[in-house]
Each structure stands twice: as structure tokens, then as C-alpha cells.
């Protein structure tokens, strides 16, 4: 509505002396009339298409204006939304019980309220106005018809002008009410997002159903790439985890499974059915199971002490296939087996990260 109003005063401003004079000749078309127009049957009908063309060309401009302010309010402000249902019938816009609680509701009054405070801002402005202009209207009595009607058309464009702005005021504090007041009425109840998150996602039993399947689904898959795993690192019971390394492939171990627990126990269960090496060494199984992720590959920092248990195991698995000819072996000079490797881990990646992050966050500043 401001955008109208503003854009019809600025119109009227800007077209006032097209305005005056198609006025002036609309005015003069109806009131001159001559006597053989008057008696001659065929004339007035087309001084009255002549009149309304008159009329059209002087409405035209202004009609444009206005359409276009219209449709520029309503995309800066609410954007463009194209929607037939309210032309669909509804019969509860006719029930008066309904129309009565709209107009004595919260909303009824609160719009009964904005609409007063306008009234009465405008009603202010433009009694101020019509004070500081009060010589000049009275000095229109003075002026010649020409003058007074030039004049007087000015000042009635400068009061539209001068009272449409005043609607920039109210804009600008309804605007952002109206906003919020949408985006309250949009907001959900703490029921209703309750209701929309069962629909949505599965009634808190189901969804358990399906992660503990999920669940499932996803050990049975990591038990599955054990016996492929060249060591398994244990804590001894607590912690298992899986590594696999090709050279070709890979540019450093890869863990395929990992777990605490039960889990642990399923994972060496599996390794010694498969003769898979197991390692036991609780530092280095903490690492790696507070460290890696499973797909992953290990830390830089464990690659040197990883590196040193694959070539021990290695060795082992190298010695087990050459078991029953080992004395032989050792007669032709073969290199004895190596030593269990003393591996140094780093304190800090046998620490849990969360453990970690609760320890310093609970330490005093």
C-alpha cells in the first residue's frame, strides 16, 4: 500500500501539467456543446467515445504507475507466490461464529489497534499540514480560475505526496511485526515436532530395531575381512584390531576391523581359526583403536612401530612354513629368528581423544 501510494503521488506530481490540461479539455468536450451537435442524433454518442478515449489516455499513465508499484511491493517484500486456493470455495467463510471470533480474537484486535494507531498518526500529520497551509488555501479565493486551479492542484498533490509518506513510517515498524507474526504462526508446538519426528523418522523402538540391525549388518561384514588381515593387535582382551597391508595397493596398513569387548573376542576367535597372528601389546592396540577408523589407514605415527610388528610377524609366518626343516635350515646357515620388537607408543594416542578432551576441560584454568 505505501509503494502505491507513494508511486500515485509521485505520479501526480510529475504529470501535473498533462494532468491540468487533459482535464481542462475533458471538462470543455462535456460542457461545450454546440446546436446542431445537440439536435443531430448520431453527435452525442460520439462526443461520448470521444470523451471516454479522453478520459482512458488520461487514466493510462497513472494505471501503469500503479500496477507497477503494486507489483514491486509485493516482490521486495514478500516475494512472488502464485496460488489458486483462494478463489477455491469455502463454505467456513460464511459461518458468522467464525467470522465473529476473527473480529473479537487476539488477531481482530491487534489489527483493530495498528489500524488506529494509523488513523491517528495520519489524522496528526495532516491536520499539521493543513495549519501550515492554511494562508495559502484561503488565498485561493483571491487568484483567477486558471491561477486558483493550477494552484490548488499543486497543493493537493503536495498534501497526497506529503501524507503518502507518512505510510514509510508505519512500513517500517508493521513490516518487520507482520514478519515475525508470520514466522510465529509458522512455528511448530513442542507436540507437534514430537508427532512430525515419529512420522519422520520411526517410533523410538523401530529406529533402535533398525541400528541394532544395522549393527549388525555392519560387524558381520568387519568379521568378515579378519581372516584377510595379516596381524591382529590385542590388549589383551579388551582391545582387537585388525591389519591388512599390501605393498601394491596400499600406502600404509589398513585397518578392516575393530572392537572392544565382545567384539574383541569375536575378532581373535575368527584370526585363530584362520591362522591370522595375533599381537598382544596393549599400548599398541589402545593406539590403534582410539586412533583409526575402520576402512582407514593408520597414523604416520604408528608406522614405524606397525612396520616392526609386521616384519616380526612376517618372520614368524616365514619360520612356521619352513618348521619341519628348521634344524636343516639352521646347519646351511639360515639367520636365526628375530626377537619380539620392543615398540615404543607415544603416551598420548593411548588415551581415549574424548577421555582426553573431558580430563582438560575438567583441569582448573
Known amino acids: 500500500m505505501t509503494c502505491v501510494m507513494l508511486a500515485g503521488a509521485g505520479c501526480f506530481l510529475a504529470m501535473r501539467p498533462f494532468l491540468g490540461g487533459k482535464l481542462q479539455e475533458l471538462l470543455a468536450l462535456g460542457l461545450v456543446l454546440e446546436r446542431r451537435e445537440a439536435m443531430d442524433s448520431q453527435a452525442l454518442p460520439e462526443l461520448f467515445s470521444a470523451a471516454v478515449r479522453l478520459g482512458v489516455t488520461l487514466m493510462v499513465p497513472l494505471w501503469i504507475v500503479l500496477a507497477v508499484a503494486a507489483l514491486a511491493g509485493?516482490?521486495?517484500?514478500?516475494?512472488?507466490?502464485?496460488s489458486v486456493e483462494a478463489m477455491k470455495p469455502n463454505l467456513e467463510k460464511l459461518n458468522p461464529v467464525t467470522g465473529l471470533k476473527r473480529v473479537f480474537g487476539w488477531n481482530g484486535l491487534s489489527e483493530l489497534g495498528k489500524a488506529m494507531g494509523k488513523f491517528v498518526l495520519v489524522g496528526v500529520v495532516a491536520a499539521v499540514l493543513l495549519w501550515a497551509l492554511a494562508a495559502e488555501l484561503l488565498s485561493l479565493g483571491r487568484l483567477s480560475v486558471d491561477a486558483g486551479l493550477s494552484k490548488a492542484a499543486g497543493l493537493v498533490a503536495l498534501?497526497?505526496?506529503?501524507?503518502?509518506?507518512?505510510?514509510?513510517?508505519?512500513?517500517?515498524?508493521?513490516?518487520?511485526?507482520?514478519?515475525?507474526?508470520?514466522?510465529?504462526?509458522?512455528?511448530?508446538?513442542?507436540?507437534?515436532?514430537?508427532?512430525?519426528?515419529?512420522?519422520?523418522?520411526?517410533?523410538?523402538?523401530?529406529?533402535?530395531?533398525?541400528?541394532?540391525?544395522?549393527?549388525?549388518?555392519?560387524?558381520?561384514?568387519?568379521?568378515?575381512?579378519?581372516?584377510?588381515?595379516?596381524?591382529?593387535?590385542?590388549?589383551?582382551?579388551?582391545?582387537?584390531?585388525?591389519?591388512?597391508?599390501?605393498?601394491?595397493?596400499?600406502?600404509?596398513?589398513?585397518?578392516?576391523?575393530?572392537?572392544?569387548?565382545?567384539?574383541?573376542l569375536n575378532i581373535r576367535r575368527i584370526a585363530a581359526a584362520h591362522d591370522v597372528p595375533l599381537f598382544e601389546h596393549p599400548p599398541l592396540a589402545q593406539a590403534l583403536f582410539h586412533t583409526t577408523s575402520l576402512g582407514e589407514e593408520i597414523p604416520p605415527r604408528l608406522y614405524v612401530a606397525v612396520a616392526q610388528v609386521l616384519t616380526y610377524v612376517y618372520q614368524l609366518q616365514g619360520k612356521g612354513l619352513r618348521s619341519?626343516?628348521?634344524?636343516?635350515?639352521?646347519?646351511?646357515?639360515?639367520?636365526?629368528?628375530?626377537?619380539?620388537?620392543?615398540?615404543?607408543?607415544?603416551?598420548?594416542?593411548?588415551?581415549?581423544?574424548r577421555e582426553a578432551r573431558r580430563a582438560r576441560q575438567r583441569a582448573p584454568q
Open 74 to 82: 509485493v516482490l521486495g517484500f514478500g516475494g512472488w507466490v502464485f
Open 159 to 264: 498534501c497526497f505526496a506529503v501524507l503518502s509518506s507518512v505510510l514509510i513510517l508505519i512500513a517500517a515498524v508493521d513490516v518487520p511485526f507482520q514478519a515475525w507474526q508470520f514466522k510465529r504462526r509458522l512455528r511448530m508446538t513442542k507436540q507437534e515436532v514430537k508427532d512430525e519426528q515419529k512420522e519422520t523418522e520411526g517410533r523410538p523402538e523401530l529406529r533402535a530395531r533398525i541400528r541394532a540391525a544395522q549393527q549388525e549388518i555392519a560387524n558381520r561384514r568387519m568379521m568378515e575381512e579378519v581372516p584377510k588381515a595379516d596381524v591382529v593387535a590385542t590388549n589383551p582382551t579388551h582391545y582387537a584390531v585388525a591389519l591388512r597391508y599390501d605393498a601394491n595397493n596400499m600406502r600404509a596398513p589398513q585397518v578392516v576391523a575393530k572392537g572392544a569387548d565382545l567384539i574383541a
Open 324 to 353: 619341519s626343516g628348521a634344524a636343516a635350515g639352521r646347519g646351511r646357515g639360515q639367520p636365526e629368528p628375530m626377537a619380539r620388537p620392543e615398540l615404543e607408543i607415544d603416551p598420548d594416542l593411548v588415551i581415549d581423544p
